[in-house]
């Protein structure tokens, strides 16, 4: 399973990033995806899910009403659109996958361990 993420960079506070993962194979729709972010000197935080097969979408309390999860079926991607980015979004973001087949809903899905596969990351800069 590979995961390749992209669209981060740096944007004023107030602006909006698409971030895009690129997952091998058909992992993204038989099993959950999300989206974590680590911010310098901080933990890495579980921000958002997708379960495509159930319609399931889970965002972190944080970020409600600012970011969407989402996927393309056909181009084979789970995005993470960001809107009213401020300088506490700034961190390094990535896309992770549950085992494959699994729903969200059977493990915590903001828990680092809920997913063994990871991409490289992506840096978000807001200033």
């Known amino acids: 399973v590979q995961l390749v993420e992209s669209g981060g960079g740096s944007v004023q506070a107030g602006g909006s990033l698409r971030l895009s993962c690129a997952a091998s194979g058909n992992t993204y729709t038989s099993s959950c995806m999300g989206w974590f972010r680590q911010a310098p000197g901080k933990e890495r935080e579980g921000i958002a899910a997708?379960?495509?097969?159930?319609?399931?979408?889970r965002l972190a309390a944080g970020v409600q009403g600012r970011f969407t999860i989402s996927q393309n079926n056909a181009e084979n991607k789970v995005y993470l659109r960001m809107n009213s980015l401020n300088s506490e979004d700034t961190a390094m973001y990535y896309c992770?996958?549950?085992?494959?087949?699994?729903?969200?809903?059977?493990?915590?899905?903001?828990?680092?361990?809920?997913?063994?596969?990871w991409g490289q990351g992506t840096q978000v800069t807001v200033s």
């Open positions: 992770a996958a549950y085992p494959i087949g699994m729903s969200c809903a059977k493990r915590v899905w903001t828990g680092r361990d809920s997913y063994p596969y």
């Open positions: 997708i379960f495509g097969a159930e319609g399931i979408t």
